[in-house]
C-alpha cells in the first residue's frame, strides 16, 4: 500500500526522502512523487512508474532544492496510476502540499463543496481533497488549520504536511492508518513504516489517532485533538538496517527464506526453559482455559493459513474447538464471542486493516484477545490485551514467507502451553513436542542446504511453464497446501489451488488431464495412505504429480513422477519444513518466468484498506 516518508533537517530533503522511497518500495506502489519547501516556495516532481524515474527525473533528488519535505509511494485506489494522481497534492494556491495514506470516505461531498467555491481540483483522487480544504479552512495558524481538517473528514488517514509560509516545519497527523516520527541528530523524519527511516535512526514515536506532530529540525511537539501539547515517549526499534537490506541476495524473498532459521530460533528458544514455556509472561489459567468455549482464530492471506495450522494444532492437544476466520469475513458475519471466547489475530504487520477491524470488534464484543505480531508496536500489537511477537525481523518481501513460519511456530506454543496447562497431553508428548519445536530451526536449515534447495530449484524450472497446478493434503498437510498455492500464484501468477486431498473425487478431479500438475503432500503418518490413493487417482488419470514427504515416508515416490522431501521431524512440526520447500518451489517458478518476485503485480505487502 501507499508509503510516506517526510524529513526535515540540515541536508537536502529529497535525496533522503529518495532513499526512504526506496525502502518503502516492497509495499507495493504505482506512482510516487516529493514536494520540499524552501524560502521561494513549494517544489513537486511527481511521476507513474518506478522510482527510479523520480530518482532520474529529480537527478537524485538535487533539482527540488529544501530542508523540509514530504515522500510518497502510490498505490492507486481513486483514479488511475498517473502523474497527475500521484503525491504529493497541491492546494490551489501552491501553500499546502500533503501526502495521504488511507481512504477519505465523504471525499465527493467536500470535493462538491470545494467546487462551488471556485477550487478546481487536477486530480482524480480523494487525497486532494485534504490539500484543498487546507487551502479552504487555513485561519492563519496551521495546527488549528490541520484540527479542522480532520474535523470534517471521514475515514482512515496519515497526513504529511508542508506549508510554504513555513519552511522549517513539518507537520503530521494520522488515524487508523500508521505513522511514526523517527528523531534524529538536527534532523527528524516522519515514516509510514520504520523501515523508511531505519538507516537515520531507531528512535521513534507513533502518533495516536486524531494527534498531530509539528516537526522541525531540533524538536518535535505533539498536540491531542483538542489542541492541548502532550508528551510522547519513544521507544527504539532494535531491528538491524542490514536486516532490511538484501545482504547479496537477488531478492528479498530469497534472503528471507534463508532468515527463517534464525527467524524461528529468535521465535521460539527464548521462550522455552527447560521444559517450561513463557509467553513472554502472558498468562492463561487453568481455569480461565477451562472456562472456554472456545478459541477464535483471525487473519488474512498467509496469516489465516498459518492460523488453520494453529487451529489443527490447537485442537488436538488441547481439545478445545478452534474456529479460523478469515478477518475480511469475520467483521461482517457478526461474530458470536465475548468472555467465553479467547480471540487471536494474527498479523506480520500488525496493520492490517481487516484484521485490525477484527480485532476491535472482538474486544468490544467482550473477548479477550491475543495478538501474534511482527512488527513492534503496529496497531494490532498495541490495541490486543496481550501480543506475542514473532521476531521475525523485518520482512520486505509480499509475499511472506519468515512471517509465516514464525507465525506457526508462536502458535505451536500457544498451542503446546494451553495443552500443558489444561493436561490435555501427556507430559511425554508435550517434552517431545517441545523439543521437535526447540530443533525446527535445525530442520529449516537442514531444508536450505544446497541439494534440496537445487532439488526445488530443478523441479520448479521443469513446472514453470504450467497454467494451473492442485496442492493436495489432508489435515496438516491441507493447511499447508493452502499457504503453498498461494505462495505460488501471488509470485508467479500461475493460477494454483489448494484442495484437501479427499475433496478431489468431488468435482475436481474432473480438471485433472495429461500433464496438469498436481503437487500432492504426504508428511502426515497416520493419512499417509489414503493421499497416496489420491495420488494414485490424479496419476491414473495422466496428471503429473510431484510429492512432498519426509524421507523415511517416501515411498509415495513409487507413485509420483518427482518428490521433494522434507527432513525427518515429528508430523506435527512438518507445516513448517513443507512452506519452506514450497516457498523455494515458488520462488524459482516466479524467477523462471521472469516475475517481479518482491514486488508481485497489484499487491501490496500491508494492507492497511479494507
Ligand atoms: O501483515 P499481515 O500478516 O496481516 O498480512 C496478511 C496478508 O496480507 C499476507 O499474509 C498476504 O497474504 C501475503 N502477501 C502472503 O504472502
Given amino acids: 500500500m501507499c508509503g510516506i516518508i ?41 511521476t507513474e512508474g518506478k ?48 501526502v495521504h495514506n488511507g481512504i477519505i470516505e465523504n471525499h465527493a461531498e467536500l470535493r462538491a463543496m470545494l467546487e462551488t467555491h471556485g477550487y478546481a481540483f487536477k486530480s482524480e483522487t480523494d487525497s486532494e481533497v485534504a490539500a484543498q480544504l487546507l487551502q479552504y479552512l487555513f485561519d492563519g495558524d496551521v495546527k488549528s488549520t490541520i484540527r479542522a481538517l480532520i474535523e470534517r473528514i471521514k475515514g482512515s488517514y496519515a497526513f504529511g504536511i508542508i506549508f510554504s509560509g513555513a519552511p522549517d516545519r513539518l507537520y503530521a497527523v494520522r488515524k487508523d492508518n500508521p505513522l511514526v516520527i523517527g528523531l534524529g541528530n538536527g534532523e527528524n523524519y516522519i515514516a509510514s513504516d520504520v523501515a523508511a527511516a531505519l538507516a537515520h535512526t531507531h528512535e521513534f514515536v507513533i502518533l495516536g489517532d486524531g494527534e498531530i506532530a509539528e516537526i522541525t529540525a531540533d524538536e518535535t511537539h505533539y498536540y491531542s485533538t483538542d489542541g492541548k501539547q502532550i508528551d510522547k515517549e519513544p521507544y527504539t526499534v532494535d531491528w538491524d538496517i542490514t536486516r532490511a537490506e538484501k545482504g547479496g541476495y537477488p531478492h528479498f524473498m530469497l534472503k528471507e527464506i534463508y532468515d527463517q532459521p534464525k527467524a524461528l530460533t529468535d521465535t521460539v528458544r527464548p521462550r522455552i526453559h527447560e521444559d517450561e514455556i ?46 479460523c476466520t478469515l478477518a475480511s469475513e469475520y467483521i461482517y458475519k457478526n461474530p458470536i464471542t465475548g468472555k467465553d471466547r479467547l480471540t487471536v489475530i494474527i498479523s506480520q504487520s500488525g496493520e492490517t486493516a481487516d484484521s485490525l477491524a477484527a480485532l476491535r470488534l472482538a474486544k468490544k464484543l467482550g473477548s479477550r484477545t491475543l495478538a501474534v505480531v511482527n512488527v513492534v508496536q503496529s496497531a494490532i500489537a498495541r490495541e490486543a490485551d496481550d501480543v506475542l511477537y514473532t521476531r ?10 519468515k512471517g509465516y513460519t514464525t507465525q506457526v511456530a508462536a502458535l505451536y506454543l500457544i498451542g503446546l502451553k494451553f495443552a500443558i496447562t489444561r493436561g490435555t497431553i501427556t507430559k511425554k508428548r508435550y517434552s517431545a513436542l517441545l523439543s521437535a519445536l526447540s530443533d525446527l530451526p535445525d530442520k529449516v536449515e537442514e531444508q536450505l542446504k544446497e541439494t534440496p534447495v537445487a532439488n526445488a530449484h530443478t523441479y520448479a524450472e521443469a ?27 501471488e509470485i508467479s501468477y500461475v493460477h494454483a489451488e489448494a484442495y484437501a486431498a479427499g475433496e478431489l473425487k468431488h468435482g475436481t478431479i474432473s480438471l485433472v488431464e495429461k500433464g496438469t500438475l498436481t503437487i500432492a503432500i504426504a508428511t502426515q503418518s497416520e493419512l499417509y495412505d489414503k493421499t497416496e490413493s489420491n495420488v494414485r487417482s490424479v496419476s491414473s488419470r495422466g496428471g503429473t504429480v510431484l510429492a512432498i514427504a519426509s524421507r523415511e515416508n517416501s515411498k509415495v515416490r513409487a507413485f509420483a513422477d518427482g518428490l521433494l522431501t522434507i527432513p525427518d521431524c515429528d508430523d506435527d512440526m512438518s507445516p513448517v519444513l513443507t512452506a519452506v520447500v514450497l516457498q523455494l518451489f515458488a520462488y524459482y517458478v516466479a524467477f523462471k518466468r521472469g516475475c517481479d518476485i518482491d514486488k508481485p503485480r497489484n499487491l501490496a505487502k500491508s494492507v492497511t484498506v479494507e
Fill in 278 to 323: 513463557d509467553l513472554d509472561g502472558i498468562t492463561f489459567s487453568r481455569e480461565y482455559l477451562d472456562g472456554l468455549s472456545g478459541v477464535d482464530i483471525v487473519g488474512c492471506g498467509s496469516a489465516y493459513h498459518a492460523g488453520i495450522v494453529g487451529k489443527q494444532f490447537i485442537e488436538k492437544h488441547c481439545r478445545i474447538r478452534v474456529d
Fill in 463 to 489: 513446472f514453470s511453464n504450467q497454467h494451473c497446478v492442485f496442492f493436495i493434503g489432508r489435515g496438516a498437510d491441507y493447511a499447508a497446501s493452502l499457504e503453498g498455492a498461494l505462495k505460488l500464484k
Fill in 51 to 98: 522510482i527510479s524515474r523520480l530518482d532520474e527525473k529529480t537527478d537524485g533528488g538535487k533539482t527540488l532544492v529544501g530542508f523540509c519535505g514530504i515522500g510518497h509511494t502510490r498505490w492507486a485506489t481513486h483514479g488511475a496510476p498517473s502523474d497527475i494522481n500521484s503525491h504529493p497534492h497541491l492546494s490551489c494556491d501552491g501553500r499546502f502540499a500533503v
Fill in 6 to 46: 517526510g524529513y526535515i533537517g540540515r541536508g537536502q530533503a529529497a535525496p533522503v526522502m529518495l532513499d526512504g522511497l526506496k525502502r518503502l518500495e516492497y509495499r507495493g506502489y504505482d506512482s510516487s512523487g516529493m514536494a520540499v519547501v524552501g524560502e521561494s516556495g513549494i517544489s513537486v516532481c511527481k
Fill in 392 to 401: 521475525a525481523g523485518p520482512e520486505i518481501a509480499v509475499a511472506t514467507t
